[in-house]
């Protein structure tokens, strides 16, 4: 049997500046969820005939009542490998900048914390969003012509 490769479900890196820096979103799982207590960025399955920032959009709004005022691309795919379904999969990585601090938690996650790009990346279980949590970070913080080329879109 031959392994499928899906793009399935994207991972969403928050972000809001304070006093100049970048603090990033995380959102801890409830217990009856899969990975149940795992930190984790904004995560979802892209649904029939949905582009995957239409979905990032999508899933930050459920999970967390927030609407995004800038979105990005980032420079990076994550991927893991589902032994059971003997599936790849791929997973496009967004950056989106919010303006409101005010959180409606879903079901699905029962805390979440505004976090330094250290603490964030200690807090991720996964190396796969660690990895694009900094990848973001270094967008944001260090390379603003590759930020600009990766712009979705900006409401601001």
């Known amino acids: 049997m031959k392994t499928e490769i899906v793009v399935r479900v994207v991972d969403c890196h928050i972000f809001r500046w304070e ?29 029939k005939n949905e582009k995957p ?6 899933e930050l709004k459920e999970e967390t009542g927030l609407v995004p005022s800038s979105m990005w691309t980032v420079d990076r795919v994550n991927h ?16 989106v900048q919010v303006e409101s601090t005010i959180i409606n938690l879903s079901p699905e996650h029962t805390e ?21 949590l900094l990848n973001f970070h270094q967008m944001l913080t260090k390379e603003p012509e590759k930020l600009k080329l990766s712009i979705i879109f900006n409401k601001k």
């Open 112 to 132: 979440y914390k505004w976090c330094s790009i250290d603490e964030g990346v200690d807090l991720l279980l996964w190396n796969q969003q660690k990895q694009g």
């Open 53 to 58: 920032h239409e979905t990032a959009t999508r």
């Open 19 to 47: 006093d100049g820096n970048p603090l990033y979103l995380l959102l801890k799982r409830s217990e009856n969820q899969m990975y149940p207590g795992i930190w984790q960025c904004v995560t979802g399955k892209i649904e």
């Open 80 to 95: 893991f490998f589902e032994a059971e379904q003997n599936r790849m999969n791929l997973i496009p990585v967004f950056g």
